[in-house]
């Protein structure tokens, strides 16, 4: 019997994704073939975010994290709206292609609903390593023409940009919106910098990439911010038991990620001072927001 939770009857006002049925069902396999024994970084995210594809050992790793950072939900919801911005951002500057890597499990709006507000004929391909990520992504995306998911881990750009599907809806002589989430979670060997820029080469001037990414550094206008270091090495050690393990960085370091994507205004900020559409929080609260983001725009 499984212990994840079960949706409740809620009308989200937006159109459905594909159907499929709540808990494991959905998921291509039985239950007892899901990993249970370690926390799951998409699965936390998933819990901060409220959703329901989570379990009690997820559940239990995050609300550890929530013990030491109150305000990560909150973290979590500004660097969606963060996202949902930029897209929108891009989309309006003319981009009609979306290639949107390790987001995790899907929460609506997504991507190509959000592009697809600006224009109508946006195709979306999301890439994702995980299979759990993956078989969530498949069933939701099963019935929305000009989406596909493709299982590849973008520690290899070149598989990724091989990849059938890839190239089946997107056309690399015309500008990409590059979508990064989960940098949070490749390692510094890894060399993140040389994974954007191979798929930066990859892609013709005009192409956008969407980046954000966590860090423990203080909000540089809150005077009272210091850096947490017993909490900073008690959530690193939390995602040590989990099946990936934490990478936070600095604003200075995440700036150098960007390679041929030259950061438009207003740079790299906190996410919620990403070009917003409501009210700023004050400098306290951005203090705990743990988000930087960034959108580039590649000569």
């Known amino acids: 019997m499984s212990d994840q939770h079960g949706p409740p009857e809620r009308d989200t006002g937006l159109p459905p994704i594909g159907r499929y049925a709540p808990g494991p069902d959905h998921l291509g396999f039985a239950a007892e073939e899901i990993d249970t024994s370690r926390p799951h970084p998409a699965r936390m995210y998933d819990y901060f975010l409220d959703g329901w594809d989570n379990y009690e050992v997820d559940r239990v790793a995050a609300d550890r994290v929530l013990e030491l950072r109150p305000r990560v939900r909150d973290s979590a919801r500004a660097n969606g709206a963060f996202r949902r911005r930029a897209v929108r951002a891009v989309a309006a500057a003319g981009i009609r ?3 949107v890597l390790s987001v995790g499990i ?20 999301y890439v994702d390593s995980d299979p759990i990520v993956a078989t969530h992504a498949r069933a939701r995306l099963a019935n929305t023409p000009g989406t596909a998911f493709a299982l590849g881990d973008i520690r290899d750009p070149g598989a990724i940009l091989a990849d059938p599907a890839v190239r089946e809806l997107i056309d690399f002589d015309r500008p ?10 490749v390692a510094d060997e890894d060399r993140p910098a040389e994974l954007l820029a191979a798929l930066g080469a990859a892609v013709p001037a005009g192409s ?21 270091e017993a909490a900073r090495a008690c959530i690193e050690e939390v995602y040590k038991s989990a099946t990936a393990q934490l990478v936070l960085r600095t604003k200075a370091e995440i700036a150098a990620l960007l390679g041929p994507f030259t950061a438009l205004e207003p740079g790299v900020v906190r996410v919620p001072l990403w070009r917003p559409d409501e009210p700023v929080p004050g400098p306290e609260e951005l203090n705990t927001i743990v988000f930087y983001g960034v959108v580039g725009r590649k000569g």
């Open 208 to 228: 956008h990439l969407i980046l954000s990414q966590s860090t423990c550094e203080p909000y540089e206008g809150y005077p009272q911010g210091r850096v947490d």
């Open 97 to 99: 292609q979306f290639l």
């Open 176 to 185: 990409v919106g590059i979508l990064i989430g989960g940098l949070d979670f």
């Open 106 to 125: 899907p929460t609506s709006p997504n991507a190509h609903e959000v592009a697809r507000e600006t224009a109508p004929e946006a195709r979306v391909v």
